[in-house]
């Protein structure tokens, strides 16, 4: 399969559905790509723009379905589109040396990741991969430049989100260089709750790996750590289910490293 800008695609197990008339309720064109899907939220990157500019990103956009495990960017490659997670929750890490990864952070519904050439040039810094089922559109970045220099609040908004983005990987690095491997867990595990499930107690569909990668140690470490939580009624934990049962106790761990 060929998507846009001659990029081919190869031995990638995913459907990719696209209409043929835009149809502006989602829920009932679960199989194609419409613009209501960009407007479902208040906080959603493309709120400033108006109709017209809503179609021309409609127009050629792709929704493509991804099962878990598969990648959606791949670090080091090429590509000219930007990602709107449309449902299901993925992964975004850096590949380091001797088969290491380092998982940045986690993006679910509605989140917008730029990349591309839209700002820093067209090979992709980090790799995506689906952890549940994951469906999203490919927006072509052309389109997105257009509208940046056409519509201030939307490149405002845009500068903002890429900011944001940037930010928080500087306070990431901050966390995995100067705290120790406790606090590592513990903002990890407030990160789960607070900033991605929004629950308690909440289903992690990431495997002990993944925490670790998060957590940048070894899964046996944050085993360890996870049980030495447990055993201080910290957090409580069945199959892939956490329960933080004492977060302030969390935060004060986290604070002081």
Do not use: W
């Not at 696209?18 to 419409?34: A, G, I, S």
């Not at 900011?163 to 100067?178: R, S």
């Amino acid at each position: 399969m060929i998507l846009k800008e001659g990029i081919v695609l190869k031995e990638i197990n995913f459907e990719c559905f696209r209409c043929e008339k835009h149809n502006d309720n989602c829920e009932k064109t679960l199989n194609c790509c419409c613009k209501n899907c960009f407007k479902s939220d208040d906080t959603n990157l493309l709120k400033h723009l108006e109709n017209n500019e809503l179609d021309s990103i409609v127009e050629g956009k792709q929704q493509i379905r991804y099962k878990p495990g598969e990648t959606i960017i791949k670090q080091n490659t090429s590509s000219t589109y930007v990602i709107c997670v449309r449902d299901g929750l993925a992964k975004v890490y850096v590949e380091g040396i001797k088969g290491k990864s380092l998982v940045v952070r986690l993006i679910k519904k509605l989140d917008f990741v730029t990349g591309g050439d839209l700002f820093n040039g067209n090979v992709q810094r980090f790799t995506i991969s689906a952890v549940t089922p994951v469906t999203c559109c490919l927006i072509n970045t052309t389109k997105l430049s257009q509208l940046f220099s056409e519509n201030n609040r939307f490149a405002v908004e845009l500068l903002r989100h890429h900011a944001k983005q940037n930010n928080a990987l500087l306070d990431k690095l901050v966390v995995l260089t100067q705290k120790y491997m406790p606090g590592r867990v513990a903002d990890t595990l407030l990160y789960l709750k607070n900033d991605i499930f929004k629950t308690n107690p909440f289903s992690v569909p990431l495997t002990r790996q993944d925490l670790a990668d998060m957590s940048n140690m070894t899964k046996e470490s944050l085993v360890r750590i996870l049980q030495q939580f447990k055993s201080s009624n910290l957090i409580k934990t069945d199959g892939n289910t956490i329960e933080i049962l004492n977060e302030e106790a969390l935060q004060e761990i986290s604070k002081n490293g």
